[in-house]
T-cell receptor, first 111, second 112 residues
Framework: QKEVEQNSGPLSVPEGAIASLNCTYS??????FFWYRQYSGKSPELIMF????GDKEDGRFTAQLNKASQYVSLLIRDSQPSDSATYLC???????????FGTGTRLQVFP | EADIYQTPRYLVIGTGKKITLECSQT?????MYWYQQDPGMELHLIHY???????EKGDLSSESTVSRIRTEHFPLTLESARPSHTSQYLC???????????FGDGTRLSIL
């Protein structure tokens, strides 16, 4: 079992819809969770980070963390074609400082 | 916005050459990292540093070496480049080990 798992996609949504990206992690002691956006050929860009159970909103983005179920999700409201990218989930394992990246989910937003 | 810079952005060079990829940050971050990423593939940590004179190998074995003589500077060196080193190299820094990492624009390296 991988430490951080994501569906590789592609996830295709129409413009204006809500895109829901999911990530599960294996280490129950993990404390810090991050979402990065990576356009093809570019470097990862931090979108959101969340440390506590519940929701955290920033503009069109909402990160949701459920430690009991060991998943973290990213919702993108009013999806735009410019949101088309690979979204990387990253988790710092409990008891360590290691940041582990998932393989990413490719999102396609079509007009 | 993170201020972390990598040079060169692109490098095409022949086998056997010595290469140094530069990474600098102006935020005073103690923690710095090097990742390797092939197109469409996941990120792999190859080196990290928690401060001056501190360097550690990451999860992916790499023939590269790093140094950390100054807080702001974390160069990566390949003594003798080979085609298998062709990849994208990404540098990142963070304020603390559990804080978000911010990435530079990367160096796309091609060894002929």
């Amino acid at each position: 079992q991988k430490e951080v798992e994501q569906n590789s996609g592609p996830l295709s949504v129409p413009e204006g819809a809500i895109a829901s990206l999911n990530c599960t992690y294996s280490d129950r002691g993990s404390q810090s969770f991050f979402w990065y956006r990576q356009y093809s050929g570019k470097s990862p860009e931090l979108i959101m980070f969340i440390y506590s159970n519940g929701d955290k909103e920033d503009g069109r983005f909402t990160a949701q963390l459920n430690k009991a179920s060991q998943y973290v999700s990213l919702l993108i409201r009013d999806s735009q074609p410019s949101d088309s990218a690979t979204y990387l989930c990253a988790v710092i394992l409990g008891g360590t400082d290691k940041l582990i990246f998932g393989t990413g989910t490719r999102l396609q937003v079509f007009p | 916005e993170a201020d972390i810079y990598q040079t060169p952005r692109y490098l095409v060079i022949g086998t056997g050459k010595k290469i140094t990829l530069e990474c600098s940050q102006t935020m005073g971050h103690d923690k710095m990292y090097w990742y390797q990423q092939d197109p469409g593939m996941e990120l792999h940590l190859i080196h990290y540093s928690y401060g001056v004179n501190s360097t550690e190998k990451g999860d992916l074995s790499s023939e590269s070496t790093v140094s950390r003589i100054r807080t702001e500077h974390f160069p990566l060196t390949l003594e003798s480049a080979r085609p298998s080193h062709t990849s994208q190299y990404l540098c990142a820094s963070s304020e603390g080990a559990k804080q978000p990492q911010h990435f530079g624009d990367g160096t796309r390296l091609s060894i002929l």
